[in-house]
């Protein structure tokens, strides 16, 4: 497990690192983050049947905020959902939906959204593109969370 743990790590860390200086992510990242935090889900759950169900609903709660994401850009900024909202960013939606139980997903994911709100504000100024790079931010969060469950600080994130 600690390879995967590692992998994963990594991963996070380099998307994040992508994503903050070049605002481009290479597409095989988000695979390969969404694999480690299933099999790290899986290997967490009592019976197989609750990690699909989990895996079902969490898809389904990304799915709405792409398409509230969506209709609010073609609705009310009135620009393509492409100039609003970065492919990036849908895949790690979707690969991190992998990651946790159902209720723990929505509170660490909305957290990661916070979070990365904060952090581009707090960063605004010395940044020299004016777009948030929210799939680095919400990786550099999980890879914080993660972190910190592994070291101890936390007590559990795979179930409330």
Known sequence: MIVIQLLLIITLLLVF???FKERQVFWFMFP???ICMG???YSKVIIPELFYTSLIMNICF???LISIAFFYAKFKLKVDFKKA???GDVLIF???AFSFSTISFAIIFISSLIFSLAFHFALKKTSKFNTVPLAG??????A???IAYWSGLINSIYSI
Do not use: E, K, P, R
Not at 137 to 142: A, I, Q, Y
């Open 17 to 19: 690192a992508q994503d």
């Open 32 to 34: 390969v983050i969404g």
């Open 39 to 41: 099999v790290l889900h």
């Open 62 to 64: 990304v799915s709405i």
């Open 85 to 87: 909202f970065g492919l």
């Open 94 to 96: 979707l690969a991190l």
């Open 137 to 142: 931010n919400m990786c550099l969060f999980f």
């Open 144 to 146: 914080i969370t993660y």
